[in-house]
Nanobody, 126 residues
Framework: QVRFVESGGGLVQPGESTRLSCTVS????????MAWYRQTPGTKREWVAA????????RYVDSVNGRFFISRDDAKSATYLQMNGLKPDDTAVYYC???????????????????WGQGTQVTVSS
């Protein structure tokens, strides 16, 4: 069974940076795109950043483009999200998942939609 473990969140002040980590077990991430998603109370989980299977291509939602940077380490079965210039609107619980093949250039739907991790809370506030 696949398992995602996210970490690195916390309380940060506006303008500061933080780095999230996600490790995956129970499934290889080789040859699969990965993505970070976020969710706030009462809203639908949305994708934030994605990285292709080779790590050479990335996608970002407009609101974080130029501030967030996604990376991956397949040997560690991990993906990371460097978050810079944080804003209060970035406050959310952040999750990672494998991208459903074929959706990387479209909806970036999660492959394991029934196996989300606990996520990591990022709160941006002064």
């Amino acid at each position: 069974q696949v398992r995602f473990v996210e970490s690195g969140g916390g309380l940060v002040q506006p303008g500061e940076s933080t780095r999230l980590s996600c490790t995956v077990s129970g499934s290889t991430i080789y040859y699969l795109a990965m993505a970070w998603y976020r969710q706030t109370p009462g809203t639908k989980r949305e994708w934030v950043a994605a990285i292709g299977s080779t790590g050479t291509h990335t996608r970002y939602v407009d609101s974080v483009n130029g501030r967030f940077f996604i990376s991956r380490d397949d040997a560690k079965s991990a993906t990371y999200l460097q978050m810079n210039g944080l804003k209060p609107d970035d406050t959310a619980v952040y999750y990672c998942n494998v991208v459903n093949p074929g959706t990387y250039y479209s909806q970036l739907t999660p492959l394991y939609d029934d196996d989300w991790g606990q996520g990591t809370q990022v709160t941006v506030s002064s």
